[in-house]
């Protein structure tokens, strides 16, 4: 995999959870409205949902690696966590969304961290050697 691609795993993952939760969910809703009925198994369903979060936070694995920060990880984990809390626990449409809005933010900072590392830092005052003009 190359460089850009291994930067944007974490939000094609984020997508591939969100959608696997509102997707089916509009999906099912547009066939109700055409008259046909999907019979969709809501364990299975809600396993997809963290098992994308969880590719979600090991993509973000990488990013640890490359910018040394283990926030982006760590809040990730957290959101996982509150996820399938929310969807296999105890059911809240408001930690649903605190949870994908914490995997966001976690994709977000990783994002940010791996763009900040990558950029060189320009000199000083915009020139090289620490000498001043007088």
Do not use: K
Not at 40 to 49: L, N
Not at 78 to 90: E, F, P
Not at 110 to 117: G, I, N, P, S
């Amino acid at each position: 995999m190359d460089q850009p691609s291994r930067r944007r795993a974490p939000a094609w993952a984020l997508a591939a959870t969100v959608s696997s939760c509102y997707g089916l969910l509009a999906l099912t809703g547009l066939a109700a409205s055409l008259g046909l009925n999907l019979a969709v198994d809501d364990a299975w369903w809600r396993a997809g949902i963290v098992g994308f979060g969880a590719v979600t936070v090991a993509t973000l694995f990488g990013g640890w690696r490359r910018h040394g920060s283990p926030w982006p990880l760590l809040a990730a984990l957290a959101g996982l966590a509150l996820l399938a809390h929310a969807l296999h626990v105890d059911p809240s449409w408001l930690r649903e969304a605190l949870a994908f809005g914490q995997l966001f933010v976690a994709v977000w900072a990783d994002r940010r961290r791996c763009r900040a590392r990558a950029r060189p830092v320009p000199p000083c005052n915009g020139r090289s050697g620490s000498r001043r003009r007088s």
